[in-house]
């Protein structure tokens, strides 16, 4: 799978085979090798001249090796496979979660001069909007904007948050099956390149009509923490920080956020925004963790142990050092060229509420369990989280940047067993909390929007609000809904750096 976010029209996947050789032995050898210096690390490409049958082999073994459920993974034909990105679609199990789901729901590849730029800045050809699927791909399909970067094209184009795409640069997107009209609303949705104009029919939340908005593919900088501010209320202030993305630039500006709070409070609880963040660095997700609870609850403690396959029980097979746990991380770690060491600012907060959906994933989903692992209180308010305590290393080879679950995480506690997700007020293991859906006729952050108004509520009473209908956003009806969140699927991990 490729770096875009779930296509309307799926393509045929094929099979692999194996190999025996060590991966170690078979990396940069390419049918297409690289020259020159590559901006991510300053030095030459160690690409040597090799075939497509080397590449593929390198996937193989790299898998057998390092694949968390490498003894699941078939044994066919490499031959099968035209595409070295569709030999490694194929590496990976076909088994299920408890509740039927597939277990590897995460295997994924990008273009490694795309990742770079993702992962370092936030930089990526798009619109700026975040949409969220409020059915399945088939018809009748509801996608709705849930969030829209601040100055983006969507944002200078006039989309709204709610607003429910009806057609694509003439394309039915509601009921369109045939090939042209998915290829049509496909690119549309996932634009190729800076640059393209595409016209979208959408209607609004509570509209009877609907209107056309014509917008400009551009390189979108995203602001993974764009909101942060204090609520006043009878009992004491509250913090509220909407957390998006852990990519490098939300180190600055999770320390930014937090800062904040402590000028105008000191905050007295805080309500953590993750319903849109799939995850990132998991480095990051232990900063913020340390950040909400501060030095007494995390003092030598863990915020993350990993597990690798059978294979590698002691050492980290990627580094080639003993596996040690994920610490509270309680200074800068340099992302986005900060000066390492420096103390990271804290709330010190016995609890925190977090606002979840299906889009809060993977290093996000680590924060929850993080916390829990140290007896802060966590209460969710939302729908249930994605469900993947997994992760990996990214591995380029000649070109790709590829991602396979190489690791489990397990908390303080041990606990690291949510592959169905965090679900709100489950009784069985689950957090205190509310199940909530989202409210598209408010504003991410604004006081009466449905989560961010129930944690409120449920911080003085307790209580819950009346159970809404999921998802429940029709055209020209209802205001609320929940699903999955499309993503660059880069952008819905567990993410680790090599140090």
């Not at 939302?382 to 992760?391: A, E, I, L, M, V």
């Not at 509310?434 to 449920?458: I, M, P, S, T, W």
Request: glycine share 12%; charged share 15%.
């Amino acid at each position: 799978m490729r770096s875009l976010p779930m296509a309307l029209l799926a393509l045929a996947l094929t099979s692999c085979g194996s190999g025996t050789a060590k991966w170690q032995d078979l990396f940069a050898k390419c049918a297409s090798p690289r020259a020159g210096i590559d901006p991510g690390t300053g030095r030459p490409f160690p690409d040597q001249k090799g075939t497509l049958n080397d590449e593929k082999a390198f996937l193989r073994a790299w898998t057998d090796d390092l694949y968390l459920w490498y003894s699941e993974v078939p044994n066919v034909d490499p031959g099968a496979s035209p595409k070295v990105t569709d030999y490694f679609d194929q590496l990976k199990t076909r088994g299920k979660t408890p509740s039927g789901s597939d277990k590897d729901r995460f295997h994924f590849w990008i273009p490694t001069v795309e990742w770079e730029a993702l992962s370092q800045s936030g930089v990526e050809v798009g619109y700026g909007i975040t949409w969220v699927v409020l059915t399945t791909n088939r018809p009748p399909r509801k996608y709705v904007a849930g969030f829209i970067e601040a100055g983006s094209p969507a944002a200078t184009a006039g989309m709204l948050r709610g607003a429910q795409i009806i057609s694509i640069d003439g394309a039915d997107f509601v009921n369109g099956s045939d090939v042209n009209s998915l290829n049509t609303l496909n690119a549309g949705l996932f634009p190729a390149s800076a640059n393209e104009h595409h016209t979208f029919v959408v209607q609004d939340v509570g509209a009877t009509t609907t209107r056309s908005i014509t917008m400009t593919s551009a390189g979108v900088t995203s602001n993974p923490v764009p909101d942060a501010h204090v609520i006043q209320t009878t009992t004491g202030k509250v913090g509220y920080i909407l957390f998006n993305d852990h990519i490098a630039t939300a180190e600055q500006g999770l320390i930014t956020a937090v800062n904040k709070l402590n000028t105008n409070g000191p905050v007295d609880d805080l309500i953590l925004d993750l319903r849109y963040n799939g995850g990132g660095f998991l480095a990051m997700a232990s900063q913020i963790a340390y950040m909400i609870a501060g030095p007494v609850a995390t003092s030598g403690k863990v915020f993350e142990t990993l597990t690798f396959n059978d294979k590698h029980p002691n050492v980290d097979p990627v580094t080639g050092r003993a596996i040690q746990p994920t610490p509270f991380y309680n200074t800068t770690i340099g992302f986005s060229d900060l000066t390492p060491g420096n103390p990271l600012p804290t709330l010190n907060l016995k609890r925190v509420f977090v606002l979840t959906g299906p889009g809060t994933c993977s290093a996000s989903e680590s924060i929850l369990n993080g916390l829990a692992g140290v007896n802060v209180q966590v209460i969710q308010i939302g729908n249930t989280t994605c469900g993947k305590p997994y992760g990996f290393y990214p591995q380029d080879n000649c070109g790709t940047t590829y991602f396979s679950i190489q690791f489990k995480g397990v908390n303080a506690k041990g606990f690291g067993d949510y592959a169905d997700g965090f679900v709100p007020a489950l009784a069985d293991g689950g957090f205190a909390g509310c199940k909530v859906a989202d409210d598209f006729a408010h504003a991410v952050g604004d006081e009466q929007e449905g989560r961010l108004a129930a944690a409120l509520n449920y911080r003085m009473s307790a209580v819950c609000p009346p159970p809404t209908i999921v998802p429940a956003l029709v055209l020209g009806g209802g205001l609320s809904g929940d699903g999955p969140v499309l993503k660059s699927v880069w952008r819905q991990n567990r993410i680790l750096l090599r140090k």
